[in-house]
C-alpha cells in the first residue's frame, strides 16, 4: 500500500512538472501563436520565440489596462479605429527584424515590429477582408532595394508609431514584385492608415510611403526625406492629426489615379504639415481641400488641383511659381478656387508668379488672405468677393486686381 501511494505521488509530481515547463514554453497559455507569421527561417514546432513568450505568455497579463486614444473629429471620413492612436497588445505578436529576411503576415491581429537589420521586409498578404495593425517601436531597418513594409492584400492595414522612435530607409534602385513596381519604403496595394504617438523616420530613393488605393494620416510623427513623392496615393488622402514633416526633390503629398481622373483628392482637416518641395507641395487631380490643421510649404508650387478649396486651418506658402493654383486635371469637376475660412499666408518669389493663380473662377467669401506678391490675383474666369479680409503686400485691398492679360480692377471690397 506505501509503495503504491508513493507511486501515485510521483506521477502528480512529474504531471505537474511537465504542465509547468509546457506553460514556460509558451505552449500554454500564449494566445495567438506563429503560425499568422511566417519567415523564410521557420523555427522548430517546439520553439517559440522569446519575443511572441513577452506579448502573449504570461508577462502580458502584467500589463496596464488597454485605455484607447482617440483622436476627436467630427469628419465622417475616417473610422474609430482610424482614429485611434494605440494598439491593444494584449493579443499582439511580436516580431523582431533579422537581416536578410521575410516576414509574411497571413491574418488580421495586431503586430509589434521591433530590431534593427538591414534587408528585412514584412509583407502582409491577408484576406480581402481582414484588416492589420502593424506596430512600429524601436524598428530600425536599412533594405538596399525593397521596401521595409509590402502590403500586397488585406482590407485595409494600419501603421502606428509607438515607443521607441523607429528610422526605415531603401538606399537604392527598387526592384520589381513580378508586375508590381514597388517604389516606396512602405507600398501598400489598399487601404493605409498611418496613426499612433511616436516617432518614424523613413528615407527614400524613390517615394517614401505609398499606397495604391487611400492614404490615411491620423496620429504620430513622420518625417519623411525622399527624391519621388513623400505621400502617395492613387485615390485619395485625407489627414485628421499627426505631425508629418517632409524634405523631398518632388511632390509633399500627390494624389493622383492615371486609370481614373474621377479620383485623386486630398483633404486635409488637422494635423501638422510641414513640406520642402521642389515641385508641389500638395498636388491633386480632383479637389484639394484645407478646412483645419497647420501647414507650412516651402515649394515652387503651394497647392495644385483642378479645384483648390480653403474653408480653414492657417496655411504658409513661401513658393516660386504659383501659390495656389487651379488647372485642368480632371475632366469631372469645373477649375476653380474657393477660399471661405481659414488664415492663408502666400509669399512669392519675384518673375512671373502668381500667389492665386486659377485657369477657372475665383470666389472668396471668407477668412484672412494676406499675399506678397508682385501678383497677387490671376483667374481667367468670374471673381466674387463676398467676404473675409485680403492685405497685399502689406496694405488692406479695397479691390482685387486680376492680372489675367494685363487686366485692371476685377471685384470691389465687400460691404
Not at 502689406?394 to 480692377?409: L, V
Request: hydrophobic share 35%; charged share 20%; glycine share 12%.
Amino acid at each position: 500500500m506505501k509503495n503504491r501511494t508513493m507511486m501515485i505521488l510521483s506521477l502528480i509530481l512529474l504531471t505537474a512538472t511537465l504542465l509547468l515547463s509546457l506553460q514556460g514554453c509558451g505552449a500554454i497559455g500564449t494566445g495567438k501563436t506563429l503560425p499568422a507569421v511566417q519567415t523564410e527561417e521557420t523555427p522548430e514546432q517546439d520553439e517559440v520565440p522569446e519575443e511572441t513568450q513577452a506579448v502573449n505568455g504570461p508577462a502580458a497579463q502584467a500589463s496596464p489596462v488597454y485605455e484607447e486614444i482617440i483622436l476627436e473629429t467630427d469628419s465622417d471620413l475616417f473610422t474609430k479605429r482610424d482614429l485611434t492612436q494605440n494598439a491593444d497588445l494584449s493579443e499582439a505578436e511580436t516580431v523582431t527584424a533579422e537581416s536578410g529576411t521575410t516576414v509574411t503576415v497571413t491574418e488580421s491581429g495586431v503586430y509589434v515590429l521591433t530590431g534593427s537589420a538591414e534587408n528585412f521586409t514584412v509583407i502582409v498578404n491577408a484576406g480581402s477582408e481582414d484588416k492589420v495593425q502593424l506596430v512600429l517601436d524601436g524598428l530600425n531597418v536599412t533594405n538596399s532595394d525593397f521596401p521595409v513594409i509590402y502590403v500586397q492584400n488585406a482590407d485595409k492595414v494600419f501603421i502606428t508609431s509607438a515607443g521607441e522612435d523607429s528610422s526605415l530607409s531603401v538606399t537604392g534602385s527598387f526592384r520589381s514584385d513580378g508586375s508590381t513596381n514597388t517604389d516606396a519604403v512602405i507600398f501598400s496595394r489598399d487601404d493605409l492608415v498611418l496613426n499612433g504617438t511616436g516617432t518614424v523616420n523613413v528615407s527614400s530613393s524613390s517615394n517614401g510611403i505609398s499606397s495604391k488605393d487611400d492614404l490615411k494620416v491620423t496620429g504620430g510623427i513622420w518625417n519623411i526625406s525622399c527624391r519621388d513623392d513623400a505621400l502617395e496615393a492613387n485615390d485619395s488622402i485625407a489627414v485628421a492629426g499627426g505631425t508629418v514633416g517632409i524634405v523631398t526633390d518632388k511632390d509633399g503629398l500627390h494624389a493622383e489615379n492615371d486609370d481614373d481622373d474621377t479620383v485623386g483628392w486630398i483633404a486635409i482637416e488637422g494635423g501638422t504639415i510641414t513640406i520642402d518641395a521642389k515641385d508641389d507641395a500638395i498636388h491633386a487631380t480632383t479637389v484639394a481641400s484645407v478646412s483645419g490643421g497647420e501647414i507650412t510649404v516651402n515649394a515652387a508650387e503651394g497647392i495644385e488641383a483642378t479645384q483648390v478649396e480653403i474653408a480653414g486651418g492657417t496655411v504658409s506658402i513661401t513658393a516660386s511659381d504659383d501659390g495656389l493654383n487651379a488647372g485642368r486635371k480632371s475632366n469631372s469637376l469645373s477649375v476653380g478656387i474657393t477660399i471661405s475660412g481659414g488664415d492663408l499666408h502666400i509669399e512669392m518669389g519675384p518673375g512671373d508668379t502668381d500667389a492665386v493663380d486659377s485657369n477657372g473662377y475665383l470666389t472668396i467669401s471668407g477668412g484672412t488672405i494676406d499675399i506678397s506678391a508682385q501678383s497677387p490675383f490671376d483667374a481667367d474666369g468670374t471673381i466674387s468677393w463676398t467676404g473675409g479680409t485680403i492685405y497685399v503686400n502689406g496694405s488692406q485691398a479695397s479691390t482685387i486686381t486680376n492680372q489675367m492679360m494685363g487686366g485692371g480692377m476685377m471685384g470691389g471690397r465687400p460691404h
